[in-house]
Nanobody, 115 residues
Framework: QVQLVESGGGLVQAGGSLRLSCATS????????MGWYRQAPGKQRELVAG???????NYANSVKGRFTISRDNAKNTMFLQMNSLKPEDTAVYYC?????????WGQGTQVTVSS
């Protein structure tokens, strides 16, 4: 059974940085694509950043230039480096992994940015 475990969330002041991690229970190579989503209170879950098996990446316009998605294949872990954080980045951040037609999700990690 695939398991994704996020870590690295927390409380930070505006302008600060956080690094989220998503550890997979098995080889990261089995996934076609991975990504980070977030959901703020009263809002729909949205894609923040994605990385495909060929290491191509894509970002939501709201985070371009501030967030960087990456992965360490040897550690079976995906990361999201978040810089210049803004209060509007406050949300629960979820790790997602796609294996063919199946989506797997982590339990989520809270990121709170104070003004």
């Amino acid at each position: 059974q695939v398991q994704l475990v996020e870590s690295g969330g927390g409380l930070v002041q505006a302008g600060g940085s956080l690094r989220l991690s998503c550890a997979t229970s098995g080889s990261i190579f089995v996934f076609n694509a991975m990504g980070w989503y977030r959901q703020a209170p009263g809002k729909q879950r949205e894609l923040v950043a994605g990385i495909a098996s060929g290491d191509s990446t894509n970002y939501a316009n709201s985070v371009k230039g501030r967030f960087t998605i990456s992965r360490d294949n040897a550690k079976n872990t995906m990361f999201l480096q978040m810089n210049s954080l803004k209060p509007e980045d406050t949300a629960v951040y979820y790790c997602n992994a796609k294996m063919w037609l199946t989506d797997y999700w982590g339990q989520g990690t809270q990121v709170t940015v104070s003004s």
